[in-house]
């Protein structure tokens, strides 16, 4: 070893893994320190049909359980282990029930009371006082875990009611083709008896007869997920620093240690590639190749940068591998001789690009300009001072268009905004309004503000927001490039929410926080919101602020905006936004209840998981991942006076970077680097990513002092 050589060395530990890296099936468990396999495992089969089957009548798509009728499910295990496992179903229970579920798991016969005794508090079961009309809503029973069994399970449902005393939805075979693009058929585990389970029909469900397809009946265990994946971000052998020029170095030598515990019937495997640019995207990453024994040493690797993947697994379902950290020690050659120029950064305002764990798809904005065109939207943000002022012009916009029904079996933004001339021949919009909400299905305006966003090239998106049990609203989430983070919007009251102390619009997540922060317990479905706080008024103690905007009603007042603050406990969003560019699978069909697994869903410890969904995640990087960001990455060249600039950006319908040095003109780069030669001073550099439509995101800003 040289002599002249020198050694760099640190850690990361969990949580600086957790913070930028991707957690596939996984989960951060912080009182352990450790990245582990997710705890929560959903089987189901009736997702892409849950809903109303197209041309069916009178609830047909529901089953009356009353004496003489059974139905029937099973569900497949890989492995029946389990901490704890509860049947769910999307149902009814008639008001005031008096009559048990009889539930048989496997020939164990389990007894579900009516939910008056079993769960006084979840009245939303088995009354109508929350709510115009009694709903259908997802169930949960506690049934148990040792009667399961690998392979097929068998669960059995009936009541021995003379009159229907508990409902059960089918999801229609004839509809898995219009909600999955993979499971087109039902797998045929459903049946219904007549005869007190001597005779299974599999083919006439319902309590018509008339449906093929699938009891919505699931299954949620308390267990482990077979397999997980973590997906680090570039790591730099080299320096652990960050935001600062990054020196020419050559590695002589790397040893990268990952700390890691597999216990019995659980294993890790790490793969890893190395590369000379801190992009994952470069072409100059070599291939991922397996590390054996959770050490990798390397004499002079053709790269400074590593990525590495943690594949965990588990074939017993109660114990989990973990993933605790990992440790860097590189061995450095000599540093290149001192020249007389002195270089540093002076000041860095940064972007940051964190890649969520799932994948997100976007719409591509041009298949939305015959709506821009034909509303003539261009002419109604033009003037706007801010682009943050142009979405509020839009939201407006959604309040007052005219506004149909959207075909719930076959989506089209073209079928809600109606074009129709005002007394000045442009587009005519409604109001004032008799009451502060327009009329109409909540998710229709606001996939009207989605849309005309999305064409004027602004990342937009569908929220669900329902705390258990309140029933649910539909909203919209804009990307702020102002203020460069998701916002939360409401075309219904045509209002957002925003910090009192700051001033600054709030997304969905940091209303869900300022609600919990006045809620007594968590929101459960045994334990619901409405049970909690009655008094809708009590929610004006929360910490927001309510934007008026051109609504003539007040929409702080207790009537109106507690009640619509209360909802945004639990947050489920559509993985894709898609729709213009493929209206198929159908997203939603108006008429189902939730649990689709197209949804991903935010919770929280005062908002805790939804056993109906099947992802789930806690972190606000994975549900609120920021876009259009212009991430920076200085580092020395040969040249003394030249510095290379990279940049990484996770932007929808990306186009070009623009960059400007010093007070020169923006400039487009046709790739995500270039070489900034210094003068004599302060040398500026701003970026930013700019989309098809033009629009960009927010300004990066690296100045470095130079002296010769």
């Given at each position: 070893?040289?002599?002249?050589?020198?050694?760099?060395?640190?850690?990361?530990?969990?949580?600086?893994?957790?913070?930028?890296?991707q957690?596939?099936?996984?989960?951060?468990?912080?009182?352990?320190?450790?990245?582990?396999?997710?705890?929560?495992?959903?089987?189901?089969?009736?997702?892409?049909?849950i809903g109303?089957?197209?041309?069916?009548?009178?609830?047909?798509?529901?089953?009356?359980?009353?004496?003489?009728?059974m139905?029937?499910?099973?569900?497949?295990?890989?492995d029946?282990r389990?901490?704890?496992?509860?049947?769910?179903?999307d149902?009814?229970?008639k008001?005031?029930?008096?009559?048990?579920?009889?539930?048989?798991?496997?020939?164990?016969?389990?007894?579900?009371?009516?939910?008056?005794?079993?769960?006084?508090?979840?009245?939303?079961?088995?009354?109508?006082?929350?709510?115009?009309?009694h709903?259908?809503?997802?169930?949960?029973?506690?049934?148990?875990?040792?009667?399961l069994?690998?392979?097929?399970n068998?669960?059995?449902l009936?009541?021995?009611?003379?009159?229907?005393?508990?409902?059960?939805?089918?999801?229609?075979?004839s509809?898995?083709?219009r909600?999955?693009?993979?499971?087109?058929?039902?797998?045929?585990?459903?049946?219904?008896?007549?005869?007190g389970?001597?005779?299974?029909?599999?083919?006439?469900?319902?309590?018509?007869?008339?449906?093929?397809?699938?009891?919505?009946?699931?299954?949620?265990?308390?267990?482990?997920?077979?397999?997980?994946?973590?997906?680090?971000?570039?790591?730099?052998?080299?320096?652990?620093?960050?935001n600062?020029?990054?020196?020419?170095?050559?590695?002589?030598?790397?040893?990268?240690?990952?700390?890691?515990?597999?216990?019995?019937?659980?294993?890790?495997?790490?793969?890893?590639?190395?590369?000379?640019?801190?992009?994952?995207?470069?072409?100059?990453?070599?291939?991922?190749?397996p590390?054996?024994?959770?050490?990798?040493?390397r004499?002079?690797?053709?790269?400074?940068?590593?990525?590495?993947?943690a594949?965990?697994?588990?074939?017993?379902?109660?114990?989990?591998?973990a993933?605790?950290?990992?440790?860097?020690?590189?061995?450095?050659?000599?540093?290149?001789?001192?020249?007389?120029?002195?270089?540093?950064?002076?000041?860095?305002d940064?972007?940051?690009?964190?890649?969520?764990?799932?994948?997100?798809?976007?719409?591509?904005?041009?298949?939305?300009?015959?709506?821009?065109?034909?509303?003539?939207l261009?002419?109604?943000?033009?003037?706007?001072?801010?682009?943050?002022?142009?979405?509020?012009?839009?939201?407006n916009?959604?309040?007052?268009?005219?506004?149909?029904?959207?075909?719930?079996?076959?989506?089209?933004?073209?079928?809600?905004?109606?074009?129709?001339a005002?007394?000045?021949?442009?587009?005519?919009?409604?109001?004032?309004?008799?009451?502060?909400?327009?009329?109409?299905?909540?998710?229709?305006?606001?996939?009207?503000?989605?849309?005309?966003?999305?064409?004027m090239?602004?990342?937009?998106r569908?929220?669900?927001?329902?705390?258990?049990?309140?029933?649910?609203?539909e909203?919209?989430?804009?990307?702020?490039?102002?203020?460069?983070?998701?916002?939360?919007?409401?075309?219904?009251?045509?209002?957002?929410l925003?910090?009192?102390?700051?001033?600054?619009?709030?997304?969905?997540?940091?209303?869900?926080?300022?609600?919990?922060?006045?809620?007594?317990?968590p929101?459960t479905?045994?334990?619901?919101?409405?049970w909690?706080?009655?008094?809708?008024?009590?929610?004006?103690?929360?910490?927001?602020?309510?934007?008026?905007?051109?609504?003539?009603?007040?929409?702080?007042?207790?009537?109106?905006?507690?009640?619509?603050?209360i909802?945004?406990?639990?947050?489920?969003?559509?993985?894709?936004?898609?729709?213009?560019?493929?209206?198929?699978?159908?997203?939603?069909?108006?008429?189902?209840?939730?649990?689709?697994?197209?949804?991903?869903?935010?919770?929280?410890?005062?908002?805790?998981?939804k056993?109906e969904?099947?992802?789930h995640?806690?972190?606000?990087q994975?549900?609120n991942?920021?876009?259009?960001?212009?991430?920076?990455?200085?580092s020395?060249?040969?040249?003394?006076?030249?510095?290379?600039?990279?940049?990484?950006?996770?932007?929808?319908?990306?186009?070009?970077?623009?960059?400007?040095?010093?007070?020169?003109?923006?400039?487009?780069?046709?790739g995500?680097?270039?070489?900034?030669?210094?003068?004599?001073?302060?040398?500026?550099?701003?970026?930013?990513?700019?989309n098809?439509?033009?629009?960009?995101?927010?300004?990066?800003?690296?100045?470095?002092?130079?002296?010769?």
């Amino acid at each position: 070893m040289n002599a002249d050589s020198r050694t760099v060395s640190y850690q990361l530990d969990a949580a600086d893994l957790e913070t930028r890296g991707q957690l596939q099936q996984l989960q951060f468990c912080r009182h352990d320190s450790a990245i582990v396999l997710d705890d929560m495992l959903l089987i189901e089969d009736d997702a892409p049909a849950i809903g109303r089957p197209e041309g069916a009548q009178d609830r047909s798509w529901f089953e009356n359980l009353h004496r003489g009728v059974m139905i029937r499910k099973d569900l497949v295990l890989d492995d029946a282990r389990a901490f704890a496992a509860y049947l769910l179903f999307d149902g009814m229970e008639k008001d005031d029930n008096e009559h048990p579920l009889h539930i048989r798991v496997n020939g164990h016969h389990v007894l579900r009371p009516p939910t008056k005794l079993a769960h006084p508090f979840a009245r939303h079961y088995y009354t109508s006082d929350w709510a115009s009309s009694h709903f259908d809503n997802w169930f949960v029973v506690p049934v148990p875990a040792g009667a399961l069994r690998q392979g097929t399970n068998e669960f059995v449902l009936w009541a021995e009611s003379e009159e229907t005393s508990w409902e059960i939805m089918v999801a229609a075979g004839s509809e898995y083709s219009r909600g999955s693009e993979s499971r087109l058929h039902h797998p045929d585990r459903s049946a219904k008896s007549r005869d007190g389970g001597v005779t299974w029909d599999f083919e006439h469900l319902g309590w018509k007869d008339e449906i093929d397809g699938e009891y919505v009946v699931r299954l949620s265990l308390d267990r482990r997920v077979p397999r997980g994946t973590y997906i680090s971000p570039a790591v730099d052998l080299a320096s652990a620093g960050a935001n600062e020029i990054v020196e020419r170095l050559q590695v002589e030598e790397t040893t990268v240690t990952w700390e890691v515990d597999a216990p019995t019937d659980t294993e890790i495997e790490i793969s890893a590639r190395v590369g000379t640019s801190p992009l994952p995207s470069a072409d100059s990453w070599s291939e991922f190749e397996p590390v054996s024994g959770f050490s990798l040493s390397r004499t002079a690797p053709p790269g400074r940068y590593l990525q590495f993947r943690a594949e965990m697994r588990a074939r017993n379902p109660l114990v989990t591998p973990a993933l605790r950290g990992v440790s860097v020690i590189t061995r450095l050659a000599p540093p290149s001789p001192a020249t007389h120029e002195f270089r540093r950064i002076h000041g860095f305002d940064n972007g940051r690009v964190v890649r969520p764990s799932v994948e997100y798809v976007h719409e591509d904005f041009s298949r939305l300009a015959p709506m821009r065109r034909r509303f003539e939207l261009d002419a109604l943000v033009d003037g706007a001072a801010t682009e943050f002022e142009a979405q509020l012009r839009l939201m407006n916009w959604a309040y007052r268009v005219p506004i149909d029904r959207l075909n719930p079996y076959s989506w089209s933004y073209d079928d809600l905004p109606q074009l129709k001339a005002g007394e000045d021949g442009h587009p005519l919009l409604l109001g004032p309004y008799d009451v502060p909400r327009r009329q109409g299905h909540c998710l229709f305006c606001n996939l009207t503000l989605i849309a005309a966003c999305l064409s004027m090239g602004y990342p937009s998106r569908w929220v669900n927001i329902s705390t258990k049990h309140t029933y649910g609203h539909e909203v919209a989430e804009i990307w702020s490039n102002d203020f460069d983070k998701w916002v939360f919007m409401d075309a219904t009251l045509d209002y957002y929410l925003y910090d009192p102390d700051t001033g600054v619009p709030m997304n969905l997540v940091e209303a869900n926080e300022r609600l919990a922060e006045i809620m007594p317990a968590p929101a459960t479905w045994d334990f619901p919101m409405q049970w909690q706080m009655p008094d809708e008024s009590t929610a004006a103690r929360a910490r927001v602020s309510y934007r008026q905007g051109d609504n003539t009603h007040p929409i702080d007042d207790p009537a109106v905006g507690p009640s619509h603050l209360i909802l945004k406990g639990h947050l489920q969003t559509p993985l894709r936004m898609d729709f213009a560019s493929r209206p198929h699978p159908v997203p939603w069909r108006l008429t189902s209840n939730w649990g689709s697994d197209i949804f991903y869903c935010h919770y929280a410890d005062m908002f805790p998981r939804k056993r109906e969904y099947q992802h789930h995640t806690s972190r606000r990087q994975d549900f609120n991942p920021p876009l259009n960001q212009a991430e920076l990455f200085i580092s020395e060249t040969e040249d003394p006076l030249t510095l290379r600039v990279e940049i990484d950006t996770e932007t929808p319908c990306f186009e070009n970077f623009a960059v400007q040095l010093d007070d020169g003109e923006w400039q487009s780069i046709p790739g995500p680097a270039l070489e900034w030669r210094l003068h004599e001073g302060l040398n500026r550099l701003r970026a930013r990513a700019r989309n098809s439509m033009g629009r960009c995101g927010p300004e990066s800003c690296v100045t470095v002092v130079m002296n010769s």
